[in-house]
């Protein structure tokens, strides 16, 4: 099997084709170009001796693989029965098949004013073991996007940079990318992810017939609202910088629907009800985050938690 995997970014742009997955503190620095949504998505157990199968690639998982993932799971993932992940990430319109920061040369128009970590961990996906990655590139390398680009290649190129090596991550920036990513995720679940969680147990975690709407394969969006409540509880400069958010994302949805009314397609419909209930969610949580103000203006008390004040406002990564 091979299990050694070479890559060369052409940046051509085509695996911009939808917004990226970010953390919280990056959709609060580009709160004009990405509409923030929650992403929930059921992520499969292993187990050893169970067999992984990528195209003609394959894997038989043991123990030492197993124990890897369980880290991962145990760090980065939430468990109700089965196991999940909870992230932000940018939601648009999937009929425009492109990333709101994929400029009309291809490039990424945010690069170098911080663009998500999760764009420069591609092709790896943080949520696999480092002795597994070969069967990622495998799956990616075999899709129309990548086969298109033939970035990903197998074996040792002289063309390309050596990315996975016999299971272990060859290239150092892949690598230092892959443990950043890892990093932000750790920190999202003290800053927020673990508190959505909890507030969503009862109603999405241990409701069956509410999980049902997690798709095979795919995520269940919902509103980025109780994430802010969650954080706006932390100060009140970290309340005022979400009432700000609000307003800018108020604003984002209302152009991204009306060019949508524009282009009149039938398959926009489900995306332009998804955007108007984001809307109206926002606009309650405005309400009550004002609410929240005047009372604590008038009380005079205050909640602190600096470290969450210092991630939205971009203090730190
Ligand atoms: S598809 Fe491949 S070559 Fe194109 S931008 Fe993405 S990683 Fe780079
Ligand atoms: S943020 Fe930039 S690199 Fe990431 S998907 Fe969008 S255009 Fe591509």
């Known amino acids: 099997m091979v299990n050694t995997f070479s890559f060369s970014c052409s940046v051509c742009g085509r695996c911009c084709n939808s ?3 970010m953390t919280l503190a990056e959709l609060f620095r580009h709160p ?3 509409i923030g949504c929650i992403a929930i998505g059921r992520v499969a157990r292993w187990r050893p001796g169970q067999r992984l199968h990528v195209g003609r690639h394959e894997a038989v998982l043991d123990e030492a693989d197993c124990a ?4 991962l799971a145990d760090t980065l993932l939430y468990r109700a029965g ?10 648009d319109y999937p009929s425009l098949a492109r990333c709101p920061a994929l400029a009309d040369d291809g490039r990424c128009a945010i690069h170098l004013q911080g663009k998500p970590l999760t764009c420069e961990v591609v092709p790896l996906d943080p949520l696999v073991p480092d002795s597994l990655q070969h069967l990622v590139l495998a799956e990616r390398g075999s899709s129309a996007i990548y086969v298109g680009s033939a970035c ?4 040792k190129r002289d063309d390309a940079a050596l990315l996975v090596d016999e299971g272990r991550i060859a290239d150092p920036h892949a690598k230092d990318a892959l443990a950043r990513r890892r990093r932000a995720l750790e920190q999202e679940r003290a800053i927020w992810t ?3 969680f909890e507030a969503l147990r009862s ?11 997690i798709p095979a394969g795919g995520f269940l969006t919902i509103s980025l609202v109780p994430a802010l409540l969650s954080v706006a509880a932390a100060s009140s400069r970290c309340r005022e910088l979400c009432i700000d958010y609000i307003d800018s994302q108020l604003a984002l949805i209302e152009r991204s629907i009306v060019q949508a009314l524009t282009r009149r397609r039938l398959d926009d419909r489900p995306v332009t009800q998804q955007l108007r209930g984001f809307a109206n969610a926002y ?3 405005k309400a009550r985050l004002v609410d929240a103000a005047a009372i604590e203006q008038h009380n005079g008390t205050q909640a602190l938690r600096p470290d969450i004040e210092a991630y939205l406002s971009g203090a730190v990564h």
């Not at 089965?82 to 939601?91: E, K, M, N």
């Open 152 to 155: 990903v290649q197998e074996g």
């Open 194 to 196: 673990q508190a959505v």
């Open 283 to 285: 606009r309650h949580a």
């Open 19 to 21: 917004p990226p997955s």
């Open 203 to 213: 109603d999405l975690f241990d409701s069956p017939a509410a999980l049902a709407r």
């Open 68 to 71: 890897a993932f369980e880290v």
């Open 32 to 34: 004009d170009r990405f």
């Open 82 to 91: 089965d196991t999940f992940s909870i992230v932000a990430q940018g939601f």
